[in-house]
């Protein structure tokens, strides 16, 4: 049986050609990569280029004012096996890592589900919580930090109003300089904090009222409702997180004067690798260090998504 | 008039003509200094046009290796005798010895102990155009007020021990006699050569590991005598002189760079902290042995600058014009022209600290009360090093053996 299709009056006199079609989509994947290629090339000269060059480089001797000289892996063995800077950059960054994130899902997940509950202000309080994340890595907060934490700082002055008279300078001894940093890590909890607030808002109220209809106390309430269903949020907020946490330089640096001290305390991986590159011009072990690092958070990120799969509850599973 | 080398190199510091670039570290007002000169050179030579790039010193010495890694150095480029040797000896600086004996860079009116500051095995590399010597400055309100006897040029380093002692018997609460100087790798030159050691030989460290271990064992004497700054205010010595211990009156003695000792002073009076800061000489196991080591600034020609001829012009401007000692006024540790010298002292307009900085300089010179000593390749990642392990030392979280071999270890592999 025929089948009547309606075409516009002059369908039928514009069909065009095999050839002129396979034109056509010539010109448009043209356009398409003419479209693209402002990115394409800036991946490829900023992004792909400089990785190619660096993985070669991790291979030389590379002094950068000399031309490089092949090397194998000994950069490699003598980051594994003969440098003790090495370990204790993985340690600091490591400790901070493990200390830090936590601290911050935590923090951000109370205020945002105290915020949750519809208290007045909560722009004013978004805004105000979310406001250290924006300047909280600047060069002004690790100077302001050194003033905080310092033996004659404003803690210090405050404990002395207290009776807590100390002269103990918290970021300049290695025993308690690495906390400062995780201090203000943490105190940068608001950008977490926002996204739980949106994690928050997408759990039906219903939910809640079944629970609550149920029996089931606030605590239970938060156990068995919010944190299966905040689940994919959170180990969002924790994959950024520990990625972020791995590449820390900036306070660090500031607050070092760009030693990692003192006595190699705040010694940041990423610290590390630029003393080794910018400072010691050893490019070619820098480089071999730049990819300890890729690989260490390629694994800690493989791993966070292999936890995800028993961990993270998404709503359309059965 | 300038005469121009045809050769304009294609590379982004090779000039085109008769304009060049010049590279250099500094403040914006140094910058503003800088420029001054520049439009006074090109009133000179009309045609020649000097352009400039500048950034603060640490962005700069980074930049300037990756401009080199990059083939894009600049003609004239800022140098300092610390990192001087690590570019000479990769090949990115032309030797400058066939221009300063052909006059188109007079360095006559330059002492030639200066002078070999800029000096790599023998060949001339950069011209120095500021110095910086280390020497001890005191807080003379301090020191009078402890009752001490006040510091002489004279001091072995046992009569330096003593007078802190003494003096930090009378300081008041919060202040110590002294920084913590073993983290800092000039005073410790200072240290090897008042023992009459070499700092470095050749590619090598010139003294043995005992003067080390002694060295770091005499401030950690001082440190657990209370007579130094605690090992956690080491971070505030290494920042802006302004922030240090003896800038902020919680120190009375420490050694610095002429230059830094009027700012010193400036920041002590604003904090009504102290009124003046003294000076002497470096304390030497041996008066005949002078402790106070020179460093240089100055200016070096790169390897591939395509007009070595206008570049050279520059550099003998920048060094011997009256008027450009004026404009610069110092800027950069003390002018190394002695005719300059005289002009700035000579001139009203001339800042008191300026004056005061090349009044100390030449009474330094005059004493030959200076030791020059050359700087290898690599001299900045040591400096680092020394800094790390001493702290390391003071934290108990190494021995001092276990730190002078390291640092040993390190001199062998980063040197040369």
């Known amino acids: ?318 | 008039m300038v005469a121009v080398a045809g050769c304009g190199g294609t590379r982004q510091g090779a000039a085109h003509g008769n304009s060049i670039t010049y590279a250099f570290w500094g403040s914006p007002s140094r910058a503003k200094k800088v420029n001054a000169v520049i439009e006074l050179f090109g009133a000179r030579h009309p045609g020649a046009r000097i352009r400039t790039q500048v950034a603060d010193y640490s962005s700069y010495v980074e930049g300037l290796t990756v401009r080199a890694a990059g083939g894009g150095l600049a003609c004239a480029l800022g140098m300092q005798s610390t990192f001087c040797a690590q570019y000479a000896e990769a090949g990115l600086l032309r030797p400058l010895d066939d221009l300063t004996e052909s006059g188109q860079i007079d360095v006559s009116n330059i002492p030639d102990d200066v002078l070999a500051a800029g000096r790599v095995d023998g060949v001339q590399y950069m011209i120095p155009t500021g110095t910086f010597v280390r020497i001890l400055g005191y807080n003379a309100d301090l020191v009078a007020s402890s009752g001490a006897t006040a510091p002489t040029s004279d001091m072995t380093w046992d009569n330096y021990a003593a007078f802190l002692r003494e003096m930090q018997r009378g300081l008041p609460d919060g202040v110590r006699a002294t920084e913590i100087e073993a983290t800092n790798m000039f005073t410790l030159t200072s240290w090897v050569v008042g023992h009459g050691e070499r700092m470095f030989d050749g590619d090598r460290l010139g003294f043995g590991k005992s003067l080390l271990a002694e060295w770091f064992q005499l401030w950690l004497e001082l440190t657990s005598d209370g007579v130094t700054v605690p090992p956690s205010a080491i971070p505030k010595q290494t920042g802006s002189v302004e922030l240090t211990p003896l800038a902020q009156g919680t120190a009375a003695i420490g050694t610095r760079d002429i230059p830094h000792l009027h700012v010193t002073e400036q920041v002590l009076a604003a904090n009504e902290r102290g009124t003046a800061i003294s000076e002497v000489s470096m304390p030497s196991p041996e008066v005949s042995r002078s402790a106070n080591v020179l460093g240089a600034n100055g200016i070096a020609i790169s390897a591939d600058c395509g007009d070595v001829a206008t570049t050279a012009a520059f550099i003998d401007f920048f060094t011997n014009n009256a008027e450009a000692a004026l404009a610069f006024k110092s800027d950069n540790g003390i002018v190394t022209n002695v005719h300059a010298q005289d002009v700035l002292i000579g001139d009203s307009k001339t800042p008191q600290g300026v004056k005061r900085n090349v009044t100390t300089w030449r009474a330094l010179t005059e004493a030959r009360d200076l030791t020059t000593t050359t700087y290898p390749a690599g001299l900045p990642s040591l400096t680092t090093e020394l800094a790390r392990l001493y702290e390391r030392v003071a934290f108990d979280r190494m021995s001092v053996d276990e730190a002078v071999d390291a640092f040993f270890s390190t001199a062998e592999h980063v040197l040369g």
């Open chain 1, 1 to 318: 049986m025929a089948v009547a299709i309606d075409r516009p009056p002059d369908a039928g006199t514009t069909r065009t050609s095999p050839a002129a079609r396979r034109g056509s989509a010539r010109h448009e994947n043209l356009s398409g990569y003419l479209f693209l290629s402002p990115w394409l090339i800036g991946f490829v000269t900023i992004v792909a280029g400089p990785m190619a060059a660096s993985l070669y480089f991790s291979f030389t001797h590379y002094s950068v004012l000399r031309s490089p000289k092949w090397t194998g892996v000994d950069n490699y063995l003598r980051m594994l096996t003969e440098d003790p800077r090495f370990w204790t950059s993985l340690e600091v960054t490591l400790t901070y890592l493990v200390t830090s994130v936590p601290l911050v899902q935590v923090f951000a997940l109370f205020l945002a589900a105290i915020l949750n509950r519809g208290v007045r202000g909560l722009t004013v309080y978004r805004a105000v919580f979310y406001l250290p994340s924006l300047i909280g890595g600047s060069v002004a907060i690790a100077i302001l930090w050194r003033y905080l934490f310092d033996g004659d700082g404003l803690l210090n002055n405050m404990l002395a109003t207290v009776g807590l008279s100390t002269e103990h300078s918290w970021i300049g001894s290695p025993e308690t300089s690495l906390w400062t940093l995780v201090i203000l890590n943490v105190w940068q909890f608001g950008a977490a904090m926002i996204i739980y607030l949106a994690g928050l808002r997408q759990i039906p109220a219903e939910l809640y009222e079944s629970a609550a209809m149920d029996g089931a106390g606030a605590a239970r309430r938060f156990w068995s409702v919010t944190l299966p269903l905040l689940s994919p949020v959170i180990f969002f907020n924790v994959l950024m997180n520990v990625v972020s946490a791995f590449q820390a330089f900036n306070t660090a640096y500031i607050v070092s004067n760009g030693t990692g001290g003192p006595a190699d305390s705040t010694l940041f991986y990423t610290l590390y690798l630029y003393q080794r590159g910018f400072l010691d011009f050893d490019m070619g072990y820098a480089s071999a260090l730049g990819w300890g690092l890729l690989v260490l958070v390629a694994a800690s990120a493989a791993g966070l998504f292999a936890l995800s799969r028993h961990l993270v509850f998404y709503g359309d599973e059965r």
